[in-house]
C-alpha cells in the first residue's frame, strides 16, 4: 500500500489514494500504521476516494480505527494533496465527508499551495444534535459535573462532537489524565473532543485538544473552529473581532466566523505540509 504522510500544523495522518478502490481493511491499517512506536505513527489514516456529489470524497480513520465525520485539517491535506497530485486542476475543491461537503479554495504561488481556506459549515448548539445527554437546548458557559469534577464548559458541533473549557493555564493540565474522562464521560453519547483554553488578547487563544480516538493531538481543526465560536459567544475574545487566532502545539490556525446567517458559517485557513511518501511491504 502507497501512502503520503502529511501534517496540518501537527496533526498528521497517512493518505491513500483510493480512487481505483481499496484493497485493504482501512480500519486495520490505521490502528497498525498509526502506531508510533511500531507503525509508521501518525494522529490515523486518510482515504482519497471517488464521489457522486462533489469532486472527491474523503474518509477518515483514527488511529483506534474509528471512522471519523470530520477532520478540518485533514481537509486542508486533502485539497492540496488531490491538486499536487494532479488529481484535479481546481483551485477550488469540493470534498464529500460524513459531516456534508466542505469547500477548499487554494492559495497557489508558482505552481505550489501555500494555504488552503475550508468552508467548515455552520456551528451546531442543539444539544440533540451534537449530541450531549443536557437538559436544555444549548450548552453555552454552564457548570456541568462531568469528568469526576464540576467544569463551565460549552459545547457544540462542527461536524464532530466538542466540549470547549476555558482554564488558566493550559499548559499546567494533565491532559493524559483528564482528557479520557471527558471523552468517555455519559454526558457525551459518542464520545467527544475536548478542547482546554486559555485567553491571550482580544483575538486570540491558546489550546489544547484532546481528540475522541486518537489521545492528545498537536492541532484539531474543528476543535480550533469550535473554540473560535466558543470564545466569542462566552466574551473570552472581542466579539467585533474579525478572525481569532488559535494557537495549537503545532502552530497557528485563522478562524472567521460570518455571522450574517441564522448560526453562520465558520472559515478556517492554515498550512498543509507534505512529510514524504511511503509503502509497506508485507513480511
Known amino acids: 500500500m502507497k501512502f503520503t504522510k502529511m501534517h496540518g ?3 498528521d495522518y497517512l493518505y491513500v489514494n483510493c480512487m481505483e478502490g481499496i484493497d485493504f481493511d482501512p480500519v486495520a491499517e490505521s490502528v497498525r500504521l498509526s502506531d508510533r512506536h511500531f507503525g509508521v505513527g501518525s494522529d490515523g489514516m486518510i482515504l482519497i476516494c471517488p464521489s457522486e456529489t462533489a469532486d472527491f470524497r474523503m474518509r477518515m480513520f483514527n488511529a483506534d480505527g474509528s471512522e471519523g465525520k470530520m477532520c478540518g485539517n485533514g481537509v486542508r491535506c486533502f485539497a492540496k494533496y488531490v491538486y499536487a497530485k494532479g488529481l484535479t486542476d481546481k483551485t ?61 464548559i460549552t459545547c457544540l458541533s462542527m461536524g464532530n462532537p466538542h466540549c470547549v473549557v476555558f482554564v488558566d493555564d493550559v499548559d499546567g493540565l494533565d491532559l493524559e489524565k483528564i482528557g479520557p474522562l471527558f471523552e468517555h464521560d455519559p454526558l457525551f453519547p459518542e464520545r467527544v473532543n475536548t478542547e482546554f483554553v486559555q485567553p ?84
Open 200 to 283: 491571550v488578547d482580544g483575538s486570540t487563544v491558546k489550546m489544547r485538544v484532546w481528540e475522541r480516538g486518537s489521545g492528545e493531538t498537536w492541532a484539531c481543526g474543528t476543535g480550533a473552529c469550535a473554540v473560535a465560536v466558543a470564545s466569542i459567544l462566552n466574551g473570552v475574545v472581542d466579539e467585533d473581532a474579525k478572525a481569532v487566532t488559535v494557537q495549537l502545539r503545532g502552530g497557528d490556525l485563522r478562524i472567521e466566523w460570518d455571522r450574517t446567517s441564522e448560526n453562520g458559517t465558520v472559515y478556517m485557513t492554515g498550512s498543509a505540509t507534505f512529510v514524504y511518501e511511503g509503502e509497506t511491504m508485507e513480511e
Open 92 to 152: 477550488t475543491i469540493r470534498v464529500e465527508t460524513l459531516a456534508g461537503i466542505r469547500t477548499a479554495r487554494l492559495t497557489v504561488e508558482n505552481g505550489s499551495v501555500t494555504a488552503v481556506r475550508v468552508d467548515m459549515g455552520s456551528p451546531v448548539f442543539d444539544t440533540a444534535d451534537i449530541p450531549v445527554q443536557y437538559p436544555a437546548e444549548r450548552l453555552i458557559g454552564q457548570s456541568v459535573p462531568v469528568a469526576g469534577g464540576v467544569w463551565n
Open 9 to 11: 500544523i501537527g496533526n
